[in-house]
């Protein structure tokens, strides 16, 4: 087989976000956008590239399979010599962040837009990740949007056919080099390293129950993402669970079902409202398209905030063989995520760090040994096995702690606000504002907080007042290679402790969502509604922000 040289031009707006490059499925599908896109990944991969292996694969979305063969004939003319994929282009996002660490491989292409909605007018996506197996580092993808603006021409190899429909090797020869596609099975990497983590047998006694337990009634919801098939061989397969009443959706579909694969309070109503319904359940979860976010309710369910859920691992680490065997290092979160893992680590006495948005900022102090475990409040949890967060993990961690603790998940809540107080948290997402609106609201806040006067002014609601006593757009110096990051949000500190955030997201396809994030700590007041709790600081943070008149809306889109 022989490559060649096609002449292109630039797309404008090749950037990518929080987690990669996302947009409408028909953008993707322009003569060239693709191409263009993935040539300028290699090429900012420079002399690494020649002979390297990549791992391919994503959460099955519409147009995976026409990138995946974009990718296979670009990759082969680029001199790349293998490439191992999931096999019908499956591949969680924490399977490829564990594959490119198990494989040791330079890097993988992600292919999903995560928690948006798929299938042919919905969104696409692609994302790199580097050879520790996490996002790659604005560094990296700064480099790719500058390649996106000049790009001229990219190598293809038109005849190279390549199936990658049933596992097993094919090898090539492109240009006189040999090129070997790997197809493997979407799972089976990823179900022997939770093998390794935790304890299947104590789990699967859990769900089975015992001679002094009855059965712990799970129902685990993939949303027709990509779980679906390590919930098959995980929570079927290998703990005992049945396939008729405690998962749900399991079979990825290319467009979700037409759902939102997102495991919130909102898009995920449908699994709240069936664990609400059937007291039998003792736990609901669910996770997104790509299967890194998760969301646990308990019986009844209660709701399980990430940051909670996060502050909870933190402080039963030792029931998960992994933690017993490599130790605890420090803590993190991103700074919107509530502060309650802040005091399990001051407890704990262990380092803790606050990272802008994405889990891209975690992967630097995992691999320097400082982190162990991390988590982010928009349903992200994982920790130092892999470099992505990990939905079936942390549900599998929550099942490790309840087993330990034989407690419900609403009792093991109640248990560590006693202990440590309770962050009151909320967020306010307010999609598909117009970019302009959101863009002047953000500049107002910036205004705002600049002015002199703000710190030490009062803010009062429904008869609370808060003293601002900080304010400023959060910026980070990476303590690993001292990389600098800037505007990741306007945060206001008052001198309560309380906190209101606001960010623009870096994950839509089209027009801007605004997220308003609230946090407030109560030391004994632990058991009343967040709503309810945090009525008069929402209020405040929507006076602050004159929210309703930038962007004519009265009402979040998603509340969580
Ligand atoms: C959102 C979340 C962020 C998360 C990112 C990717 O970003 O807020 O915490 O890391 O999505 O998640 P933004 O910029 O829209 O706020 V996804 O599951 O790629 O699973
Ligand atoms: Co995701």
Redesign the pocket.
């Known amino acids: 087989l022989t490559s060649v040289v096609i002449p292109t031009t630039p797309f404008e707006g090749q950037k990518p976000?929080?987690?990669g490059l996302r947009k409408k499925v028909k953008v993707f599908m322009e003569k060239n956008y693709t191409e263009n896109f993935v040539q300028c990944i290699l090429d900012a991969l420079g002399d690494k590239l020649k002979g390297a292996t990549l791992i391919v694969g994503g959460d099955g979305r519409y147009f995976s399979k026409q990138a995946i063969n974009i990718i296979i004939r670009i990759a082969a003319a680029n001199g790349v010599a293998k490439l191992i994929i999931g096999q019908r282009g499956i591949l969680s996002?924490p399977a490829v962040s564990s594959l490119i660490r198990t494989h040791k491989v330079l890097g993988g292409i992600v292919l999903t837009a995560?928690?948006n909605p798929g299938g042919i007018r919905n969104d696409f996506g692609i994302k790199f990740n580097i050879e520790n197996g996490g996002p790659a580092p604005d560094s990296f993808t700064d480099a790719v949007y500058e390649l996106t603006k000049k790009i001229s021409q990219y190598k293809f190899t038109p005849d190279l056919d390549c199936e990658f429909s049933q596992t097993g090797t094919q090898t090539f020869e492109v240009d006189g080099r040999q090129f070997v596609v790997e197809v493997i099975d979407s799972s089976d990497d990823y179900v022997t390293l939770m093998k390794e983590i935790f304890d299947f047998g104590k789990l699967k006694e859990l769900i089975r129950g015992d001679g002094s337990r009855p059965p712990f009634n799970v129902l685990i919801d993939s949303m027709n993402g990509v779980t679906g098939v390590y919930v098959t061989r995980i929570f079927v397969e290998e703990l005992g669970a049945s396939p008729d009443n405690n998962v749900r959706r399991i079979i990825p579909l290319d467009n979700f079902g037409e759902i939102h694969p997102d495991p919130n309070l909102t898009y995920a109503k449908d699994l709240v409202d069936k664990v609400k319904d059937d007291t039998t359940y003792d736990l609901g979860a669910a996770f997104?398209g790509?299967g890194?976010?998760n969301m646990i309710i308990g019986k009844h369910a209660f709701f399980v905030t990430p940051s909670d859920s996060l502050a909870v691992i933190a402080n039963n680490l030792d029931c998960i063989p992994y933690f017993k065997s490599k130790g605890v290092h420090g803590f993190a979160r991103?700074m919107p995520t509530a502060a309650a893992v802040d005091r399990v680590a001051a407890k704990l006495g262990k380092e803790m760090f606050e990272v802008p948005?994405?889990?891209k900022y975690f992967g630097n102090l995992m691999d320097a040994g400082r982190l162990s475990l991390c988590g982010?409040?928009?349903f992200?949890t994982g920790s130092d096995h892999i470099r992505e967060?990990d939905g079936i993990w942390a549900v599998l961690a929550w099942l490790s702690i309840i087993a330990h603790k034989n407690m419900s998940v609403e009792d093991i809540l109640t248990e560590h606000w006693k202990t440590y107080g309770r962050n009151y948290f909320t967020r306010y997402d307010y999609e598909e504002c117009d970019s302009d609106d959101a863009n002047k609201m953000m500049a107002h806040l910036e205004h705002t907080i600049a002015d002199g006067a703000f710190v030490g002014k009062t803010f009062t609601a429904e008869g609370k007042t808060y003293k601002v006593k900080q304010a400023d757009n959060f910026s980070y110096v990476d303590p690993i290679d001292k990389s600098f990051t800037k505007n990741q949000g306007i945060r206001v500190l008052f001198d309560d402790g309380s906190r209101v955030i606001f960010?623009l997201?870096?994950?839509?396809s089209s027009g801007a969502?605004v997220?308003l994030y609230i946090d407030s700590y109560e030391k004994d007041n632990v058991t009343c509604s967040a709503q309810t709790m945090l009525k008069p600081l929402i209020n405040v943070a929507l006076d602050i922000s004159q929210l309703k008149k930038f962007t004519g809306r009265e009402q979040p889109t998603v509340i969580t």
């Open positions: 976000g929080t987690s996002t995560s928690h997104d790509d890194d976010r991103s948005t994405g889990w982010e409040e928009s992200g967060k960010r997201s870096g994950t839509g969502t997220r």
